[in-house]
T-cell receptor
Framework: TAGITQAPTSQILAAGRSMTLRCTQD?????MYWYRQDLGLGLRLIHY???????GKGEVPDGYSVSRANTDDFPLTLASAVPSQTSVYFC????????????FGDGTRLSIL | GQNIDQPTEMTATEGAIVQINCTYQ??????LFWYQQHAGEAPTFLSY??LDGLEEKGRFSSFLSRSKGYSYLLLKELQMKDSASYLC??????????WGAGTKLIIKP
């Protein structure tokens, strides 16, 4: 079973360029999340979606946008990348019940130069 | 503000027992999760506590005291493959996870 698939695995991007990180899940989970993970810090929530057609802002949403057109896909877009967005990005999903864990994709390592 | 505190790094010996502590101050509490993350990989779910007490799952156990804002993860019979970071996360009143920075566990032979 695939679970959650993220693409690309890694990317080097010039500052000012745009980039979309892809995330697809095949578990029919209602909720999906985007986090960034930086050295010495906990995972920080960028955006989330509780169900298809809805999205919400997390702790660090500035510079990022998301869409949730269907249950399976939750892309994250950087409209104009800046070096501070260099990070490892994880997509996660859960079936929405409060006692259910989030399941993570393998991450995208993004470097902005 | 919301805060999750864990030790940055711990070292233990293969075959021994180690306890990783987590203290939290969050706006509301709707459960606490422990995850394992090997270097360069995704976090994977280990345990969930919502009521006070101990949850045992094989070599791993997790304890919660809501009144003290405290949890620990207990790892028994340590194996080299247990070398990883262990992440504590609390679900707050908005049902979002607040994450600690993680504890890097180093296992020595």
């Amino acid at each position: 079973t695939a679970g959650i698939t993220q693409a690309p695995t890694s990317q080097i991007l010039a500052a000012g360029r745009s980039m979309t990180l892809r995330c697809t899940q095949d578990m029919r989970h209602n909720a999906m999340y985007w986090y960034r993970q930086d050295l010495g810090l906990g995972l920080r929530l960028i955006h989330y979606s509780n169900t298809a057609g809805t999205t919400g802002k997390g702790e660090v949403p500035d510079g990022y946008s998301v869409s949730r057109a269907n249950t399976d896909d939750f892309p994250l877009t950087l409209a104009s990348a800046v070096p501070s967005q260099t990070s490892v990005y994880f997509c996660a999903s859960s079936d929405g019940d409060s006692n259910q864990p989030q399941h993570f994709g393998d991450g995208t390592r993004l470097s902005i130069l | 503000g919301q805060n999750i505190d864990q030790p940055t790094e711990m070292t233990a010996t293969e075959g021994a027992i180690v306890q990783i502590n987590c203290t939290y101050q969050t706006s509301g509490f709707n459960g606490l999760f422990w995850y394992q993350q090997h270097a360069g990989e995704a976090p994977t779910f280990l345990s969930y506590n919502v009521l006070d007490g101990l949850e045992e799952k094989g070599r791993f156990s997790s304890f919660l005291s809501r009144s003290k804002g405290y949890s620990y993860l207990l790892l028994k019979e340590l194996q080299m493959k247990d070398s990883a970071s262990y992440l504590c996360a609390v679900r707050d009143s908005n049902y979002q996870l607040i994450w600690g920075a993680g504890t890097k566990l180093i296992i020595k032979p």
